[in-house]
């Protein structure tokens, strides 16, 4: 899923972090804020949270913090929540073999020079100390690069910190963070990165899926996802990544998406952009391997399935439906995610159904009015409740949707000739 929202701004965030850093430099240590927020102040982005690097081991790092969670204690790292913000603290370290390409299999703690050389790509390996004058305008306090991360981003290029090919096989799940990081920052992926990435491309598998899919998440949430699926075909990472062949396809139908898209518009623009769907009879194949190859929850895959089918099929099924079944679809739960994918991919059959929504919300009734006549004014009209009830209730509220009836006198007495005939 998504990242949660953070209960704090990035302001409050950033000052927490900085507290930290004082209380850590008052103690006789050596702190930095650290990684991806000293990239984004460099340009000039707002941080979503804020990280601290330290030559303070976690046992000290607990005893100089009051409230302290343990979430990476053996590789380094203590939750700090300083103001009520929670700030990771991590050690300076330099991590051994990954042998399950995920973590190091042990991490030995060292200076802010080993720490930066560990890490993935040179601009997520930078230090800021924000207590020192500013070097760079824009930015408050001193950077400190030891691996060329500041040129690298004025170049705008994402490049592997040392050897791509030992970075990859450390973790390759790198190969999918180096194409969120340049899709999300209009960024290119230096020569020699791309080529390890490529060769590399189908180790991936050996990546949990869980993993997979929450990179797939990080790079669908943002506008520029359909940059992120090019960088992923030209990188040959679609195959891994979904499971299924490669496939050099123009993710035109995802460019045409709204920025507020959410997963299922997006993976059901990606799929049709493939040319892997052309009708609602291959979704159930679809569906179990979409949710395998990205760890689809449930529901997200059943909501794949309603908006992937339903844009599919919606241009043939409209036509045939009366006022009340639209008026029924166009207000069920995925309708407006159905649409903005229709939209994106037959845009003239989209544009007729937002006009006629637009007509159908216009009538008396609108298109979800809260009915007029429920299950107690059944039974208090006489009525005997029982199986029959759901079925007076449906026709009924059918005829509101079609301002057939207009009030609950009306409603009773439809529902009173109707039950005669049902004999309730």
């Not at 070097?135 to 592997?160: E, F, K, N, Y």
């Amino acid at each position: 899923m998504p990242p949660a929202r953070r209960p704090w701004t990035s302001a409050q965030a950033r000052d927490a972090a900085i507290g930290i850093v004082r209380a850590l430099r008052d103690a006789g240590h050596e702190a930095y804020l650290a990684g991806g927020c000293v990239r984004d102040e460099l340009l000039g982005l707002e941080p979503t949270d804020y990280d601290v690097a330290t030559d303070a081991r976690p046992e000290r790092i607990r005893a100089l913090f009051r409230r302290t969670n343990e979430v990476g204690a053996s590789f380094g790292v203590v939750l700090v929540k300083e103001r009520n913000v929670a700030v990771e603290v991590a050690t300076f370290r330099a991590d051994g073999p990954y042998s399950d390409r995920r973590r190091p299999d042990h991490v030995e703690f060292a200076d802010a020079a080993a720490d930066a050389r560990r890490r993935d790509f040179t601009i997520n390996a930078l230090f800021l100390d924000p207590f020192a004058d500013a070097t760079t305008p824009g930015v408050r306090g001193r950077v400190i690069d030891l691996v060329g991360g500041v040129a690298d981003l004025q170049r705008c290029i994402i490049r592997a910190v040392g050897d791509p090919e030992q970075r990859l096989t450390e973790d390759h799940l790198r190969a999918l963070r180096a194409v969120r990081f340049a899709a999300r920052l209009g960024f290119e992926v230096e020569a020699g990165t791309a080529r390890a990435i490529r060769e590399h491309a189908s180790e991936l598998g050996g990546v949990s899926r869980e993993r997979i899919g929450d990179e797939v998440r990080s790079m669908m949430d943002r506008p520029s996802r359909a940059l992120a699926v090019r960088l992923l075909q030209s990188l040959t990472l679609d195959a891994p990544v979904l499971d299924a062949p490669h496939r050099d396809a123009e993710p035109t139908v995802l460019a045409r998406l709204g920025p507020a898209a959410g997963l299922a518009a997006c993976l059901g623009a990606w799929t049709i952009d493939r040319g892997e769907i052309a009708s609602e009879a291959q979704l159930p194949a679809l569906l179990r391997s979409r949710r395998q190859a990205l760890c689809l929850s449930n529901e997200e895959r059943d909501e794949l399935r309603d908006v992937l089918g339903g844009a599919i099929g919606l241009p043939a099924r409209w036509g045939g439906l009366g006022v009340a079944a639209r008026k029924r679809l166009a207000a069920s739960r995925h309708f407006a995610q159905t649409l903005a994918l229709l939209t994106a991919y037959k845009p003239d059959d989209g544009a007729g159904v937002a006009r006629c929504v637009q007509d159908l919300a216009a009538t008396p009734s609108g298109l979800a009015p809260d009915p007029i006549v429920n299950g107690d004014d059944l039974v208090a009209a006489g009525l005997t409740p029982g199986p029959a009830f759901a079925t007076l209730l449906s026709a009924v509220y059918d005829a509101q949707l079609e301002d057939r009836i207009r009030t609950k006198t009306e409603g009773l007495a439809l529902a009173r000739e109707l039950a005669a005939g049902l004999r309730v």
